[in-house]
């Protein structure tokens, strides 16, 4: 590489080639072969998990559903009976379990060591779990290459709480989605009652909120807005509105 060297004359008198290293890197790497990455981060319930396939969909592009990842190694830990006290063995059941999504279905289907689990994943008890697993740093780093390897061409969507700021941080397009943490409860309980589950409202914002809270204050990847976010709050407002907020922010595919 072309290295830039001052001369005597100082400011100014730059002699030779002058190459700004980060430019130099991405040169190197042909930034015309690097996918683009739209991130969306936000809490539960913010509606993150919808909007992100529907665009992923219309994009073409590929979708990360990286809460799956640590809801999959939550219930591998729970089907190999761990102690949930012993970090250890959740970072060597972070490792060894298998992770397999099946995206050509109406709903992302997700495979844990083969088995679909999707039904388990999707249960309250497993968000809980996922989001307790989720704060232990060394899981974290064990998951964070294998996100990163869903970033292909022509292009990811990736959804959690830290794909704009930890694991895509060079993404182009960053997206932070929320809404009152009521609002969210109330649609995670519509959405149980469709699938003919019956919960407590009260509790299931109880849950809400203390999932928020472990979330945001753990001090390895907290969930918060990336300082380049477009912050969109989703209370009040229907998903098809939500998707067209996200998608006037990416670049009009040519005709
Ligand atoms: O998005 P979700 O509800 O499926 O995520 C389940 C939990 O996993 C969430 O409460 C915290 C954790 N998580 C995380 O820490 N980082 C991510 N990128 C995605 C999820």
Same mark, same amino acid.
């Given at each position: 590489m072309q290295k830039a060297s001052v001369g %005597? +004359? !100082? %400011? !100014? *008198?730059? *002699? +030779?080639a002058v190459v700004d290293p980060h430019n130099a890197r991405m040169n190197n790497e042909n930034p015309s072969s690097i996918p683009p990455v739209l991130t969306i981060d936000g809490p539960s319930g913010s509606g993150k998990g919808t909007v992100s396939r529907m665009v992923a969909q219309r994009l073409g592009w590929h979708y990360l559903d990286s809460g799956a990842m640590y809801r999959a190694v939550g219930v591998a830990a729970g089907w190999a009976n761990l /102690?949930? %006290? /012993?970090p250890a063995a959740l970072v060597r059941c972070t490792f060894d379990t298998q992770i397999g999504f099946v995206e050509d279905t109406p709903e992302l289907r997700v495979l844990v060591n083969g088995v679909d689990a999707t039904d388990e994943l999707r249960l309250e008890t497993t968000g809980a779990l996922a989001s307790a697993i989720a704060a232990i740093p060394e899981v974290r780093a064990a998951l964070k290459e294998r996100q990163r390897a869903f970033r292909e061409l022509p292009g990811l969507v990736a959804d959690g709480r830290d794909m704009g700021t930890v694991i895509f941080p060079d993404a182009s397009y960053k997206v932070f989605l929320t809404a009152s943490a009521e609002e969210r409860a109330q649609r995670r309980h519509k959405q149980l009652k469709d699938k003919g589950v019956s919960v407590n409202f009260d509790d299931l914002l109880r849950e809400i909120m203390a999932r928020d809270a472990r979330d945001a204050q753990r001090t390895v990847a907290p969930l918060k807005p990336a300082d380049d976010a477009v912050l969109i709050d989703t209370t009040g407002i229907g998903i098809d509105d939500v998707v067209a907020r996200v998608m006037d922010l990416l670049p009009v595919p040519a005709a």
């Open positions: %005597a +004359g !100082g %400011a !100014g *008198s730059w *002699s +030779g /102690d949930l %006290a /012993d």
